[in-house]
């Protein structure tokens, strides 16, 4: 009886060991370690066998607290004296109650066990839930802000620039010039209207030392010839343009920092955008700068990649010299090379606060960066059937969009030289792709823009062209049917459904083509 008690009580013992609990009673009992579960050293088992029976040791039935009938049997079944041990009889009349105590054990733990997934995934679909409330409160401040300055936007006239003698900053144009050549904006709306009225273009270069951006004269020539070349056709006088120490206050740094992180919203708010870069020695550091240098730095990128994100590269220039100024993609052909796509790649870029260190442990300009590029990722989706920007988006963004959109970037604090994983994009991107297709598949039913914060580009002398989303009216396979509505005289076909989780009407037009997918889901609904 004492050998049926101890296959029992195998039967509940982790990997069906029975040694393992009377092991542990002797160690116990003796004072010895418990971390090995076999003998070993410490003891043999027939040591074990001699100390269970001369000193009446049994493992501990604890972990059956939860089947207290099978306890009492293991403990009659291992009872001291021989005739207080249980019959044959007797155990067969107990396993039949303990037979029902296991199965309510087993129900009672299932109903648990589901009970605790149940809460888990609650915890987890509420998790998801804020997570994705978050990210659209995020998405909409990132599409919100990228169509608004956070500081007056300035612009220069060109008839006026082309007179400079070196490049005056934003203070000294300020005080010298009167409203007829040095216009500001306090927000998009304004802008807007004079940039239907006027050309305007974004000169993108890089400092040629650290306190000065040309103090040697070498890029302003490049600027002004691109003033006349790009004016040629429409006269100097409806040209204006942007460069940074004209156009950014100087002399404040809070008022620099944010007119700074407005680039995003200026350069994709001018019609033309001139990367200049002739090869000059930097005055500061003795560098040699010029049109690769250029290329990789972080805050270029940036620049370059709002630009493109809501006008494309159609009029975007390369300029090395006065008198070599070229569309992106004619220096393109002609070196054969893709600098858009190295251009767009804006986070693994060269940035100065990483290359110092990240004093402080500051935040890095790539975190600050993420909310406008994410901005401007929804104006190149919406928009990614448009002429300008549809070879953009299918050869450069969707191929490589987890490298211009990374879900996070390594961060390394010089001071005590440790790093740390940023998160930037994590699910951002899929949100904003059901956001603006729901909004394009709305639009495209004729109705009015769903969001007027989300402007086009505007032109020069053009008003912003119509939307022509006919090709992503509807993503097919996320429209689920689920009822359909006849008028009175049946010639009116109504279908409800769910379009990636919105609910939505779809009406059926009679059309000489049938689509017979559509047709052969809604007759079989029908």
């Not at 009992?29 to 088992?45: F, H, P, Q, R, V």
């Not at 500081?151 to 003698?165: D, E, G, N």
């Not at 960066?369 to 190149?380: A, H, Q, V």
């Not at 879900?407 to 390394?412: N, Y």
């Amino acid at each position: 009886m004492f050998s049926y008690g101890i296959m029992l009580y195998a039967f509940f013992s982790k990997d069906g060991d029975a040694s393992f609990g009377f092991i542990e009673a002797v160690k116990r009992e003796l004072g010895i370690g418990l971390t090995n579960k076999t003998c070993g050293a410490d003891l043999s088992m027939m040591q074990v066998m001699n100390k269970v029976a001369e000193l009446d040791l049994r493992p501990s039935l604890s972990q059956l607290n939860h089947l207290p009938l099978l306890q009492r049997l293991l403990q009659r079944c291992w009872a001291v004296r021989g005739s207080a041990r249980p019959t044959f009889e007797t155990i067969l009349a107990n396993l039949a109650e303990i037979k029902v105590e296991v199965l309510i054990n087993l129900k009672t733990n299932e109903s648990e066990h589901k009970l605790a997934l149940q809460r888990q995934q609650d915890e987890t679909d509420a998790n998801n839930a804020r997570e994705e409330e978050e990210a659209k409160k995020i998405l909409f401040t990132a599409r919100s802000n990228v169509h608004n300055f956070k500081t007056p936007m300035v612009l220069v006239s060109a008839s006026q620039f082309i007179k400079f003698s070196k490049f005056e900053s934003f203070e000294t144009l300020r005080d010298r010039l009167t409203n007829n050549d040095l216009k500001s904006f306090d927000n998009m709306e304004l802008a807007e209207v004079f940039i239907k009225k006027h050309f305007t273009i974004f000169f993108s270069h890089q400092w040629l030392s650290w306190t000065r951006p040309d103090p040697n004269n070498v890029q302003l020539p490049v600027m002004k010839a691109a003033c006349e070349k790009l004016s040629q056709n429409i006269g100097l006088e409806k040209c204006w343009v942007w460069y940074d120490y004209g156009c950014i206050p100087q002399a404040s740094r809070d008022t620099q920092q944010l007119a700074v992180h407005s680039l995003p919203a200026i350069s994709s708010t001018l019609q033309s955008f001139v990367v200049i870069a002739p090869e000059a020695k930097h005055d500061s550091s003795g560098e040699i700068c010029d049109l690769k240098s250029y290329s990789k730095r972080g805050w270029c990128r940036a620049e370059v990649a709002s630009h493109v994100s809501r006008r494309g590269k159609t009029n975007v220039y390369i300029g090395v010299g006065a008198d070599n100024i070229k569309l992106i993609a004619e220096y393109e052909n002609d070196q054969d090379g893709d600098l858009t796509s190295e251009m767009l790649d804006v986070f693994n870029g060269e940035y100065t606060c990483c290359r110092l260190g990240h004093r402080n442990k500051g935040r890095c300009d790539r975190e600050s960066l993420m909310e406008p590029m994410l901005g401007l990722y929804s104006d190149i989706y919406k928009r990614r059937y448009k002429p300008n920007i549809q070879d953009v988006y299918e050869k450069i963004v969707a191929k490589k969009k987890k490298i211009v959109y990374p879900p996070s970037v390594s961060v390394t604090y010089q001071e005590d030289d440790t790093s740390a994983t940023i998160p930037l994009y994590k699910n951002y991107l899929t949100i904003v792709e059901s956001t603006v297709d729901f909004e394009n598949m709305i639009e495209a039913a004729g109705t009015s823009s769903t969001n007027s914060t989300f402007r086009e580009s505007v032109e020069f002398q053009q008003e912003a062209d119509d939307l022509d989303l006919t090709p992503i009216l509807i993503q097919r396979h996320d429209l689920s049917l689920t009822e359909i509505s006849l008028d009175g005289n049946g010639s009116r076909r109504v279908v409800k459904g769910l379009y990636r989780g919105h609910a939505v009407a779809v009406k059926i037009m009679q059309t000489d083509d049938v689509d017979d997918e559509f047709e052969g889901e809604r007759k079989s609904k029908k």
